[in-house]
């Protein structure tokens, strides 16, 4: 599993589709039209996720490893 920062999971998101609806404190909060789930990336730095997290986010968000 490649590891990457909360900033380029974002835009990983945003050209999936999804757009950013708040930031609440250090953590941007994405929706997308059409769909019931929102999705909260911490953005702290340029800090890897979690393996877990960003597993959890791509299923979320319909991502498969090669698009990261």
Known sequence: MKSISGKQLCSVLEKKGW???????????FMKAGRNERISVPVHSNKDLKVGLLRSIMKLADINEKEL
């Open 19 to 29: 757009t950013l609806k708040k930031i609440h404190g250090s953590h941007h909060v």
